[in-house]
């Protein structure tokens, strides 16, 4: 499912290009200014630029708060990025795009620059992740934006962190709550093996954030051999600034009650011990067929006992 063309180009014409360079988000010394930004064209934007402009916008809000140039600067760059995002050199760079997006907007009941706008960076910057060039016959494809194995000391081994991760929980938190049951189904259905071990390890790690009250994704572990955790993702503590910053804020929770419940109903009605089986069979086959790969079957054994506890599932 590719970006949808007629919201990309709404973000493009709603957002032109600000008038004064954006900062890094530090105030004491000489402070850096990415006039890259205004006297390049996106498609000449390096790779280092990018990463270190995301950081600041990412960053920046929870410890000073919200600053125009960052809200300016973050509407701009984010249509423009969508297209240069592709292959698995830029998995840090969406991270921090839709980290940034999550540090303006804590609260998604809050007011929005214009009416579909949330809708928008749903169907384009959510869809990135599920785009035709990271998919090939139904399956991930090794290269693309959400990485097939990772590197040890170990050898290579699967995990649930990073942009998989950052992805499912953009939806989680900013999609309608009327379109929720249907966009978990399609989640759940993806029938690749891989992909299904990925969301039930994410589950599984993501357990403080998805059942706990009053939580902020800096309780996942971002180590991405042990957790769900992203590029950025700690910089996420509900408030702009944070209450950690300024005392008088009061956190939002990453996710709402009404939303975590909704979210455990639908895993309960889509996630089963027989669908469980059924992955155990298919990843037992392909740490046969792949034997370099680590500790997948043990991993997975966890997961699922974790997740049957958890969500009582039958």
């Known amino acids: 499912m590719e970006p949808d063309p007629a919201a990309l180009q709404r973000l493009k014409d709603n957002f032109p290009m600000p008038a004064q360079p954006m900062g890094e988000a530090w105030f004491m010394g000489e402070r850096r200014f990415f006039t890259e930004l205004m006297t390049?064209?996106?498609?000449?934007?390096?790779?280092?630029l990018m990463e270190s402009a995301l950081t600041a916008l990412a960053s920046g809000p929870g410890c000073f708060g919200v600053l125009k140039e960052w809200t300016d600067w973050l509407h701009h760059l984010l249509p423009r990025l969508l297209g240069r995002i592709e292959g698995r050199e830029w998995?840090?760079?969406?991270?921090?795009?839709?980290?940034?997006?999550?540090?303006?907007?804590?609260?998604?009941?809050?007011e929005y620059p214009y009416a579909p706008f949330l809708e928008d960076v749903l169907k384009t910057l959510g869809r990135v992740p599920m785009s035709a060039s990271n998919w090939k016959d139904g399956r991930l494809v090794a290269r693309g934006?959400?990485?097939?194995?990772?590197?040890?000391?170990?050898?290579?081994?699967?995990?649930?962190g990073g942009t998989i991760s950052v992805a499912l929980f953009l939806h989680l938190k900013y999609l309608d709550e009327a379109s929720f049951p249907e966009w978990l189904a399609s989640v759940l259905a993806i029938d690749d093996p891989v992909w299904r071990f990925k969301i039930v390890l994410w589950i599984s790690k993501s357990k403080d954030l998805l059942l706990q009250p009053d939580q902020q994704p800096g309780v996942l572990e971002f180590e991405s051999s042990f957790g769900s955790g992203w590029q950025g993702s700690?910089?996420?503590?509900?408030?702009?600034?944070?209450?950690?910053?300024?005392?008088?804020?009061?956190?939002?929770?990453?996710?709402?009650?009404?939303?975590?419940?909704?979210?455990?109903?639908?895993?309960?009605?889509?996630?089963?011990?027989?669908?469980?089986?059924?992955?155990?069979?298919?990843?037992?086959e392909l740490e046969r067929s792949q034997v370099e790969i680590y500790g997948i079957r043990e991993q997975l054994e966890q997961a699922s006992l974790q997740i049957l506890q958890d969500y009582q599932l039958r």
């Open 40 to 48: 390049q064209d996106s498609s000449q934007w390096e790779l280092g």
């Open 91 to 110: 998995m840090e760079v969406y991270e921090s795009l839709v980290t940034a997006f999550m540090a303006r907007y804590p609260d998604e009941r809050g």
């Open 145 to 160: 934006l959400i990485s097939v194995m990772e590197d040890s000391a170990l050898g290579p081994f699967l995990s649930c």
């Open 234 to 284: 700690w910089c996420l503590m509900g408030g702009n600034p944070s209450s950690e910053v300024d005392p008088s804020q009061v956190a939002v929770p990453f996710l709402s009650d009404a939303r975590r419940q909704l979210f455990r109903e639908e895993i309960r009605r889509h996630l089963t011990c027989e669908s469980l089986d059924r992955l155990d069979v298919e990843i037992a």
